[in-house]
């Protein structure tokens, strides 16, 4: 996060915003620039790719489905935009003891000591990482103790949209993020990889709250796309992992998903048309946004 601060101090923060004899590396400073820049960062993402995906990808025949809840886009993103910011707190002190120097985190491809090969290799030791790690944290916060208190609420949307993707309670929502955080202080990983990581994994949230089936054959029980967490929030005792199927398989929580079986939401939706042919669109009305 160190070179989106640098960034951000370069070109706004030090010529225009903050007063010149307050230093660019004082604590204080770096604290609420990188609580500002964090908020900012997480509101852009959430809100650029929820909704071209929520445009352009998710399917809008599910807001007939009978367990999609009135106005839920709205509440979906009201509940988001209070959530993100008590998350940032715990992720901006992270995110300070990077810039501080504490992490593995490095600048330069000639610091690896495998080069490229180990740029890339990072990359993968990082999606694994992350997936065991929410895998556990993930089906940790479908115990009694937890569930209701913090889990339950992101259990809500049933039928999710895209915009279910961020909208947890904040204890849930960094619980969750914590693998992502914790991998760079455990393991050398390029700077500019790990923003990208960061980017991509916002984006792979979203991707699997949208709806979209769509899965290679030959890929379908190796990765958790959206069918497979579509049946998480139907079923909930399935399907805790994020990108991979593995430890779903090894915890014994794996199931087939059931777009794949003809019996999913789409496939429900098609038996109300046939049963009620004379409803609009053969279903009900669809619930006002």
């Not at 989106?4 to 030090?14: C, F, N, P, R």
């Not at 760079?184 to 709806?211: A, M, Q, R």
Request: a neutral charge; charged letters at 20%.
């Amino acid at each position: 996060m160190d070179l989106v601060l640098e960034a951000a101090d370069q070109h706004l923060l030090t010529p225009y915003v903050y007063p010149a004899g307050w230093p660019e590396g004082e604590p204080c400073r770096q604290l609420l620039s990188l609580f500002v820049i964090t908020n900012l960062g997480a509101l852009a993402l959430y809100l650029l790719f929820g909704t071209l995906s929520y445009y352009f990808i998710f399917d809008h025949e599910l807001k007939k489905h009978p367990q999609f809840l009135e106005n839920q886009v709205r509440r979906e993103i009201c509940y988001a935009l209070r959530s993100l910011p008590w998350i940032s707190v715990p992720t901006v002190a992270l995110f300070f003891a990077e810039v501080r120097g504490y992490s593995k985190l490095y600048d330069n491809i000639e610091d690896s000591p495998y080069g490229w090969s180990g740029v890339f290799l990072s990359m993968l030791s990082f999606l694994f990482f992350t997936d065991m790690g929410i895998y556990w944290i993930h089906r940790g916060l479908h115990h009694k103790l937890f569930y209701k208190r913090f889990h339950k609420p992101h259990h809500l949307w049933k039928i999710a949209t895209p915009f279910a993707s961020h909208a947890f309670h904040p204890v849930d929502g960094f619980m969750q993020s914590l693998p992502y955080h914790v991998y760079p202080f455990l393991f050398p990983l390029h700077k500019v990889t790990y923003l990208g990581l960061y980017i991509f994994v916002n984006v792979w949230t979203i991707s699997i709250h949208d709806g979209d089936y769509r899965v290679p054959r030959f890929l379908r029980h190796v990765i958790n796309g959206s069918a497979h967490h579509t049946d998480h929030h139907l079923y909930f005792d399935y399907n805790y992992g994020q990108y991979f199927t593995l430890w779903d398989k090894i915890g014994g929580s794996y199931k087939s998903p059931t777009s794949f079986e003809g019996k999913g939401p789409h496939d429900y939706l098609r038996k109300l048309r046939e049963k009620d042919p004379g409803a609009p669109n053969g279903l009900p009305a669809s619930k006002s946004e």
